[in-house]
């Protein structure tokens, strides 16, 4: 059964501290692993991870993946109120469109 | 471009009722997936359509049927609705083809539905 693991399960740091989310995967014939920041409502899209060793940057985002150990990291830096949201990771096992598999997140809280 | 469109919001049922909660996609998108979202367990996917006209059991289907009436829109039908469906409903969409990134879901904005 695919697996995906988050942690931790839920962060409270202050505003313009770095925070690091960790994701783990056991997944068969696994394709990328994703980033989601759920804030109120819907996920919305953050990152595709592909390539091991690759980091992807948005502004002061940053994700990476390391298919020898079947983790990715989300990096946050100088974080803002605005960061507290749930961040969702999940694997993508290209077995067909019902593939994806969700952790169950991460809940970050920036305080001010 | 309104994206992935759900409704209701909001709903509120008695043990028994039957509802559709409704979704739209304008991308043009082939795939189209229904979740659910309890707290401490993450998104399970309930059906998906991996295109217009065929459609699958997710992780969670019992209780649940589903419609891909055309491309654009897939319904999600509670026919006699218990407490335990009680949950945020998200519906996602994502392309299907040579090249494109099949995984990247857009979702809706969720349905918050509770069965009393």
């Known amino acids: 059964e695919d697996k995906v693991v988050q942690s931790p399960l839920s962060l409270v740091v202050h505003e313009g501290d770095t925070v690091t989310l960790n994701c783990s995967y056991e997944v068969t014939n696994f394709r990328s692993l994703l980033w989601y920041k759920q804030e109120k409502k819907a996920p919305t899209f953050l990152f595709m991870l592909?390539?091991?060793?690759i980091e992807k940057k948005s502004g002061r985002l940053s994700s990476i993946l390391d298919k020898k150990e079947l983790s990715s990291i989300l990096n946050i830096t100088a974080t803002q109120t605005g960061d507290s949201a749930i961040y969702l990771c999940?694997?993508?096992?290209?077995?067909?469109?019902?593939?994806?598999?969700f952790g169950k997140g991460t809940h970050l809280i920036i305080q001010p | 471009n309104a994206g992935v469109t759900q409704t209701p919001k909001f709903q509120v049922l008695k043990t028994g009722q039957s509802m559709t909660l409704q979704c739209a996609q304008d991308?043009?998108?082939?795939?189209m997936y229904w979740y659910r979202q309890d707290p401490g367990m993450g998104l399970r996917l309930i059906y998906y359509s991996a295109s217009e006209g065929t459609t699958d059991k997710g992780e969670v289907p019992n209780g649940y049927n589903v419609s891909r009436l055309n491309k654009r829109e897939f319904s999600l039908r509670l026919e006699s609705a218990a407490p335990s469906q009680t949950s945020v409903y998200f519906c996602?969409?994502?392309?299907?083809?040579?090249?494109?990134?099949?995984?990247?879901?857009?979702f809706g904005p969720g349905t918050r539905l509770l069965v009393l």
């Open positions: 996602a969409s994502s392309e299907v083809g040579w090249g494109a990134n099949q995984e990247t879901q857009y």
């Open positions: 991308m043009n998108h082939n795939s």
């Open positions: 592909t390539s091991s060793g």
């Open positions: 999940a694997a993508y096992s290209g077995g067909g469109a019902d593939g994806l598999t």
